[in-house]
């Protein structure tokens, strides 16, 4: 199936066998005229279309002129327009295309009744199935606590434990729109395209998916297409084409989209899709996307990019070498940040090639302890910044003497395992080999020596005084509580207090918050001109 015309490139073509696509986009990418060019593509090449909308249903008025129409019906209120031309059961004061569908329903219950009781043979056999049949059969399984009934020529309905009975009207939007729905694809030519426009509208998270999986299956033989700005109703139809429409030149009435390839399998789909639409450059970082203060305080300081959490740091690489794959897609520069910990000059210089960042600092809470983010929030509370500094200096240099020597053991641990890591690959054509090669390899490690020249580098920074080294190495979580920098800034006591207040500040436009996000980028890019879209 042909798409529309596509802007300064050639016009992409849907498989035969693709039974679901979504069009997505931001508001006035052009999503809606897509869809139209779409269908008149469709009638072209003789596939009927059809078009199902819960807010026309819910909200659109008097029935339209049909003079003219198209020869198979197009949506629910040209089926009605075609009953009411012959004789038919069919309510005349319906004012809505919801209220004009349940009337159908109703009028082919009472034609196929009368067909039934006419029939040759009489009524020996089964009572025929109707729509209306399937229609509540389908409700009972999407709203299991409702029941909808046929009374009085009407359809009624009633919740389990509640003897109180209402017509359709008394239902939520988002009840009268599954109703719609169910009842609406019924009347669908067969093997048509069907068009739906925001698919999610009015319902619930918890029922879209469901709701769409049961229309879908009840209709076998269409195809269907979302026209839908929601990305995660879009990632979550399987086996389906997403088109991403970008823009929309009128005058030559052709699109910017492209066919989205399935998400990297290092990212959720939701996520892919919400990156894209962002349409801005990509920081994958560490932490859970709530809670962690990666979370809370890159978005702040890294304002002109799209920021998602992944978790671990083997997710932030790999999620930025397989979104970079596919860079000619979506032509999205993407990068990613991840903590220091214990890595060596090298490792950070291969991350760097790699465009994954590394801070001059151990670990994110570091970041929070440069002298810059001190004295901003000191500033910001009305404390002396030089005082301030200078006592949390003390107490961070008096942490880092203390734990010196586990902290040089966990560096020490650190390179002897990267380092073994880097030189265990090999073929050896005997055990011999292998064991000659580890006994080579720990000569060379020299691990004592290691711990050694780590001690004498850590003590040198303390008799420098060189606090920006020893933030650098120092991996130990209590150093923000430990130094007391929220009670100095004359906050509560405790880390959340000095986390909660920072960010209050980087949602300001004060030169507190421009000193904390300088800070914070000097640590990753000392030179300004190396961040990543420079």
């Not at 025929?128 to 009085?152: M, N, Y």
């Not at 399987?238 to 005058?251: G, L, Q």
């Not at 008096?398 to 990267?418: E, I, N, P, S, Y």
């Amino acid at each position: 199936m042909k798409l529309p015309a596509r802007i300064g490139a050639v016009t992409a073509t849907l498989p035969p066998d693709c039974r679901r696509i979504t069009l997505v986009g931001a508001n006035g990418s052009g999503k809606s005229r897509f869809a139209s060019a779409f269908r008149k593509q469709c009638r072209q090449v003789g596939v009927p279309v059809f078009g199902i909308s819960s807010l026309d249903a819910l909200y659109g008025g008097a029935l339209p002129d049909t003079a003219g129409a198209a020869p198979a019906p197009e949506c629910t209120d040209d089926v009605y327009a075609a009953m009411a031309s012959s004789p038919a059961f069919l309510r005349n004061d319906a004012r809505t295309p919801l209220e004009r569908m349940i009337s159908m329903l109703l009028n082919e219950e009472i034609a196929s009744l009368i067909s039934y009781k006419t029939c040759a043979g009489g009524n020996d056999g089964a009572l025929p199935r109707t729509k209306i049949d399937t229609v509540l059969r389908l409700w009972r399984s999407i709203f299991p606590d409702s029941k909808g009934v046929l009374e009085g020529g009407a359809l009624i309905f009633s919740r389990r434990g509640n003897d109180d009975r209402y017509s359709h009207m008394r239902l939520s939007h988002g009840e009268k729109a599954v109703l719609y729905y169910l009842g609406a694809v019924l009347f669908a030519p067969e093997k048509a395209v069907v068009f739906v426009d925001n698919p999610g509208l009015f319902l619930h998270a918890s029922v879209i998916s469901r709701v769409w999986d049961t229309i879908e299956s009840l209709r076998g033989d269409c195809r269907f297409v979302y026209v839908t700005h929601d990305l995660e109703f879009a990632a979550s139809r399987r086996d389906n084409a997403v088109i991403w429409v970008k823009a929309f030149d009128a005058e030559a009435m052709a699109w910017d989209y492209e066919l989205l390839p399935p998400s990297p399998g290092s990212l959720p789909e939701g996520m892919y899709m919400a990156i894209l639409g962002a349409r801005r450059p990509v920081l994958f970082i560490e932490g859970d996307g709530v809670n962690s203060i990666d979370a809370k305080i890159y978005p702040l300081v890294f304002a002109d990019y799209t920021v998602r959490s992944l978790g671990s740091c083997n997710k932030v690489i790999e999620a930025v070498r397989t979104f970079n794959d596919l860079r000619d897609f979506h032509h999205l520069k993407s990068c990613g940040i991840v903590d220091r910990d214990r890595r060596n000059v090298q490792e950070v210089a291969y991350l760097r090639r790699k465009n994954i960042f590394v801070a001059d600092v151990a670990e994110v809470e570091n970041l929070l302890l440069l002298e810059g983010v001190v004295k901003a929030v000191a500033s910001f509370h009305g404390r002396s910044p030089e005082k301030v500094f200078a006592a949390v200096k003390k107490s961070i240099l008096g942490q880092f003497r203390t734990d010196l020597r586990r902290q040089a053991l966990l560096h020490t641990r650190h390179f002897v395992k990267m380092t073994m890591t880097y030189r265990i690959d090999g073929r050896f054509s005997s055990i011999t080999d292998l064991e000659r090669h580890l006994g080579e390899l720990m000569r060379e490690l020299s691990p004592r020596s290691v711990y050694e020249n780590f001690c004498r580098s850590f003590t040198a920074y303390l008799n420098e005084g060189d606090y920006a080294s020893v933030l650098r190495v120092y991996n130990q979580k209590s150093m923000l509580p430990g130094c007391n920098v929220s009670g100095l800034c004359g906050l509560p006591a405790g880390k959340s207090a000095y986390i909660d207040a920072i960010i209050e500040i980087l949602h300001t436009e004060t030169e507190q918050a421009r000193q904390i996000r300088r800070a914070i980028s000097a640590a990753f890019f000392p030179d300004e001109q190396s961040q990543p879209g420079k």
